[in-house]
T-cell receptor, first 117, second 112 residues
Framework: AQKVTQAQTEISVVEKEDVTLDCVYE???????LFWYKQPPSGELVFLIR??????QNEISGRYSWNFQKSTSSFNFTITASQVVDSAVYFC??????????????FGKGTKLTVNP | EPEVTQTPSHQVTQMGQEVILRCVPI?????FYWYRQILGQKVEFLVS????????KSEIFDDQFSVERPDGSNFTLKIRSTKLEDSAMYFC??????????FGDGTRLSIL
């Protein structure tokens, strides 16, 4: 079965520090998708990025960047120059194709990031 | 930008009562999902729905749970006889193709 491990339960940094959130996954599928979601204190899930297993290019979006390494089954997320508004729980997720033809997401346990002023 | 809408945002119910959580997916989406997050824990898949039928359900989704798409816009999750352990945040999601899944803001269900 698919599995997502986010070993860092909580991280605390000071504003403007860079921070990397780790994600390691297990899958037997040859084609899959990886995701990061942000859950701020208000509780909603905000989609950040989707990465196809065939595309190992790193991606940068503003202060956010993602490093996908298939060889180590990792999909790490870096926030550069962190801000207080980045404080949230961040979830890494892996798609799993179901027998019924849909896909479900398998989530990690999340990493709670606190950015202090 | 279109979004998934969930109502109510917070539902308080007595144990043993039936509860219906409502979702309006994004209009052109074809795949619908319910997920659950017990406080402080990870998000867990409950059920997926496609072409007017359940395509997959998890072990959590037992006979107490049911889903329905009663019309062209709503997607509901019903819990027939709620238990204390059903207290959680319930997220609805939809997708045009299999993913990416777009999530609603969630319904916080509190069972007393």
């Amino acid at each position: 079965a698919q599995k997502v491990t986010q070993a860092q339960t909580e991280i605390s940094v000071v504003e403007k520090e860079d921070v990397t959130l780790d994600c390691v996954y297990e899958t037997r599928d040859t084609t899959y998708y990886l995701f990061w979601y942000k859950q701020p204190p208000s509780g909603e899930l905000v989609f950040l990025i989707r990465r196809n297993s065939f595309d190992e290019q790193n991606e940068i979006s503003g202060r956010y960047s993602w490093n996908f390494q298939k060889s180590t089954s990792s999909f790490n997320f870096t926030i550069t120059a962190s801000q207080v508004v980045d404080s949230a729980v961040y979830f890494c997720a892996l798609s799993e194709l179901t027998q019924g033809g849909s896909e479900k997401l398998v989530f990690g346990k999340g990493t709670k990031l606190t950015v202090n002023p | 930008e279109p979004e998934v809408t969930q109502t109510p945002s917070h539902q308080v119910t007595q144990m043993g009562q039936e509860v219906i959580l409502r979702c309006v997916p994004i209009s052109n989406h074809l795949y619908f999902y319910w997920y659950r997050q017990i406080l402080g824990q990870k998000v867990e898949f409950l059920v997926s729905f496609y072409n007017n039928e359940i395509s997959e359900k998890s072990e959590i989704f037992d006979d107490q749970f049911s889903v329905e798409r009663p019309d062209g816009s709503n997607f509901t999750l019903k819990i027939r006889s709620t238990k204390l352990e059903d207290s959680a945040m319930y997220f609805c999601a939809s997708s045009e193709e299999r993913q990416p899944q777009h999530f609603g803001d969630g319904t916080r269900l509190s069972i007393l």
